[in-house]
């Protein structure tokens, strides 16, 4: 049978215009109704180019009205980028179709966000072609912009004034630019032709000195903008434009309490260009410059603070009878991070009468932070199948935890031993609802959600797990015998990781014995550990039954790392195998302590042909090589870290292994450290939300955690450096803090630019602030020495000298800095020289 809408698959605009021509309304309707069961059916089908024209002129010469379509044209399968728009006009004036301007409105309404050049022309077109009013809508004013900045080759050769000065939509369009959020980041391209930069202000402001554009209306926009705020890169062509402008004197006096406004709270760029506007005006209102310069003088913008106070200097000696209130008013910036600010703060304040307290008293001090409060209790255990399916829900449609994925865990064993037939009604829905998070992700060794949705499964229906018995028996088999690759053993994954995938196939293969009482492995407390006497008490409830292997195994993994005879002998008398296995687990102590190598690796060799990837991988990375001690036995290869890639990343997954091994903080660490580093040397958001978990587990850190502390200091993304401050006094106040080895590893980092060093400032000056300056000193301590001997210092090297002086006279602790002196003792006055003065002068105290 053939396909009445064949035209449309080849695009056949002539075979369009011919089947909507000449017909009647009866055949018109029986038409329509085919178009738009035909254009379901290709639900996942692109139109675009002639198909798109074919499918426009269908749809304007058959659909009965706007609204219907505006439905099939603005499909997002449907691309209108290239539409001949004129073609479909004269099939709508042969139909005699009033609602064509309608649709024009209703296809603005549909145009991409992302993208509003798709179909802007189609419908600027239709509206030019109707002689209706401008569409105003954020998506039509983008479409415009873009089209500015990127015109059709025909228009490229005309600069983009004259191209203004001729566009239809000129005037309508140009008042909404002041309006509509981001509208400034599409307004700061270049001249396609010429690369001039920031065209499209200059074309404004030459438009508006030819009076083709109203100049008032310009100005007032800008200053309303800036007022109205947004992202900083969205403000730059306001700023521009409005310098462009050059306000007159009575124009920035009318705008005077603007500018004050704009100068105490917008985004440095605009602040200053407010400042610079305002002190080019006589007559600035004392009592209003003052309340501005308060908010002004904390800001971190050096540059923006440092010309406030010259001003507010200027206006002390204008105004003598009001040159205390003004030093007071300078006094704001003696706390000011940069100490260069502070100092000429300092000598301001009492040039003008205002005396500045000392802002550290020298004496002996240390840290002053609460104690550790431990590891909060685990949440109860799941008893209703309810409960576990509303569980399941968040594990399957949200990011997996930790505590969530061991709650429902130990819940699927302990329910599907009592009502299954409430469990399944349970489960089901949850499972049919979120069958996308149930499914495995081949793409993603990582992934559990395909591992725990067939668990689910198994313990809702035995016949469904019986399906999947197969597959998890085989995975266990992989694990005793090692093989590499295999199921359960991807290479690619690392050993905390195949323990988990290893668990959930054990859980699913063995789920459903009555009254089973639960997982051993079940946790304890929040971070994962397992009360030595509460898995005595599991097992001994347990008896002959027969420990699960891998259930076990985890659980002995989640033990303090300490040796217990008494309980060790209390469990050998069970007289059971995984009595036995804790025995032995106790006497040892836990796992053996590998050994643990730093290693720098470079970036791995260039793939054939095109290698974007490789273009944005750091040049080396330094890692932690961990391998067993010699002669011991390592079965699940915990003990093995190898060097790994620079391009390795695991994502949140990461976030699940300090709960594998709780007691064990230096391994997690080596295993996590590759993802860490990524959020420093790759500016990968999320990488150090590890840190904080990392520092509530037990056992020794090592040199990877040192290294984690230190990359997570320098990372991209405040998040990430929030969590390192976290993580840092956790461990300062729990006593596990190595600050020298962690300041040795920035140091060396930043030395050689794997690391941004200016990222750390912030940080330590946080973590000095909330009770740890004896810490933060000795870790500048040993970062210095780095970066005082590099060839070229590292950006951000004064601010750390800064910092060090303000904690080494915080503290009173001696403590020498190789190459401060040398470095001290150079002539000249910049600001790494005096810099080091300042803080060799504070260790002479």
């Not at 025909?154 to 203004?164: A, G, I, T, Y």
Request: proline share 8%.
């Amino acid at each position: 049978m053939i396909d009445p809408f064949e035209f449309l698959v080849r695009g056949d605009i002539g075979a369009a215009v011919q089947a909507v021509t000449g017909l009647d309304e009866q055949e018109r309707r029986s038409f329509a109704d085919g178009l738009v069961a035909h254009v379901r059916r290709r639900r996942d089908t692109w139109w675009w180019n002639n198909e798109a024209t074919a499918l426009a002129v269908a749809a304007v010469g058959c659909l009965p009205t706007a609204a219907a379509a505006a439905e099939v044209l603005g499909r997002r399968n449907v691309s209108l980028r290239g539409a001949d728009a004129g073609l479909v006009v004269q099939v709508a004036r042969t139909r005699g179709v009033p609602w064509l301007a309608e649709l024009a409105y209703r296809l603005v309404d549909r145009l991409r966000r992302d993208d509003p050049m798709d179909g802007w022309g189609f419908v600027a077109e239709l509206v030019t072609a109707e002689k209706a009013a401008t569409p105003n809508g954020d998506q039509f004013v983008e479409g415009w912009l873009a089209l500015m900045a990127w015109p059709p080759e025909w228009q490229r050769p005309v600069p983009l004034v004259d191209r203004l000065r001729a566009d239809v939509f000129l005037d309508a369009l140009v008042p909404r630019l002041f309006e509509v959020d981001g509208a400034g980041t599409r307004m700061s391209f270049d001249e396609l032709m010429t690369d001039e930069k920031l065209a499209l202000p200059r074309a404004l402001a030459r438009l508006a000195g030819e009076g083709r554009l109203d100049r008032t209306m310009l100005l007032d926009g800008c200053v309303s903008r800036l007022l109205r705020g947004d992202r900083p890169a969205a403000l730059r062509a306001f700023v521009t434009l409005h310098a462009l402008l050059e306000p007159t004197a009575s124009e920035v006096d009318r705008h005077r309490g603007d500018y004050l406004r704009l100068l105490a709270d917008s985004p440095g760029s605009v602040a200053s260009m407010a400042q610079k506007t305002l002190r080019a005006l006589d007559g600035v209102e004392v009592e209003g410059l003052l309340d501005a310069s308060r908010a002004v003088l904390v800001r971190p913008d050096k540059a923006l603070v440092r010309a406030q106070l010259g001003w507010l200097d200027q206006l002390a000696r204008r105004h003598p009878d009001r040159a205390a209130e003004i030093a007071e008013v300078i006094a704001t910036a003696v706390d000011h991070p940069a100490a260069d600010v502070r100092d000429r703060a300092d000598t301001l304040a009492a040039r003008h009468g205002h005396v500045v307290a000392p802002r550290f008293a020298v004496g002996a001090a240390g840290d002053d932070l609460p104690p550790p409060a431990g590891p909060l209790p685990a949440p109860p255990a799941i008893t209703d199948p309810d409960e576990l399916a509303e569980e399941a829900a968040s594990l399957l449609g949200g990011p997996m935890t930790a505590s969530g994925l061991e709650r429902v865990l130990d819940a699927v064993v302990r329910v599907a031993g009592g009502d299954r037939a409430r469990l399944k009604d349970a489960l089901i829905p949850v499972l049919r609802r979120h069958r996308a998070g149930a499914e495995e992700h081949p793409w993603d060794p990582y992934s559990l959600c395909g591992l725990l949705g067939g668990v689910l499964h198994a313990a809702a229906d035995p016949v469904e797990g019986g399906v999947r018995r197969g597959r998890w028996a085989a995975m266990l088999a992989a694990l005793r015998r090692r093989t590499p690759g295999g199921p359960s053993l991807d290479p690619r994954v690392p050993p905390p990781h195949r323990l988990l995938r290893a668990r959930l196939a054990e859980i699913g293969d063995r789920v459903g014995p009555p009254q089973h009482p639960g997982l051993l492995a079940a946790p304890t407390t929040a971070n994962g550990t397992i009360d030595p006497e509460v898995l005595y008490d599991r097992l001994t409830r347990l008896g002959q039954r027969g420990a699960w292997e891998v259930d076990l195994t985890q659980a002995l993994l989640r033990l303090p790392a300490r040796v217990d005879e008494p309980l060790a002998a209390r469990a050998a008398a069970l007289g059971t195998p995984a009595g036995d296995r804790l025995a032995g687990w106790l006497r040892a102590g836990g796992l053996p302590t590998p050994d643990q190598r730093v290693v720098t690796l470079p970036r791995r060799e260039r793939r054939r042909g095109y290698d974007w990837a490789h273009e944005h991988l750091p040049r080396q990375r330094t890692h932690v090589l961990v391998s067993p001690p010699e002669g011991v036995d390592d079965p699940f290869g915990l003990l093995t870290v190898p060097a790994g890639s620079v391009d390795s990343y695991v994502g949140g997954a990461a976030l699940l292994w300090p709960a594998v091994l709780p007691g064990y903080r230096g391994l997690v660490a080596a295993y996590a450290l590759p993802d860490i580093a990524s959020g420093a040397d790759q500016d990968l958001s999320g990488s150090a939300a590890i840190l904080p978990l990392l520092a509530e587990c037990g056992g020794d850190g090592g040199p990877a955690v040192d290294l984690a502390l230190a990359y997570g200091l320098g990372a991209r993304h405040e998040s990430d450096r929030v969590a390192a401050v976290d993580a840092l006094l956790m461990l300062a106040a729990a006593g596990d803090l190595d600050a020298p080895t962690v300041g040795a590893h920035l140091g060396a980092l930043a030395a050689v630019g794997d690391l941004t060093l200016t990222r750390t400032l912030q940080p330590l000056r946080d973590a000095a602030a909330a009770g740890a300056p004896l810490s933060i000193w000795r870790l500048l301590a040993a970062a210095l020495p780095a970066l005082l001997a590099a060839p070229k210092a590292a950006r951000g090297t004064p601010d750390l000298l800064t910092l060090a002086a303000e904690t080494a006279g915080a503290t009173g602790a001696r403590i020498d800095v190789p190459g401060l002196a040398e470095v001290a003792a150079r002539g000249g006055s910049n600001r790494l020289v005096t810099e080091a003065r300042r803080l060799a002068a504070a260790l002479d105290r």
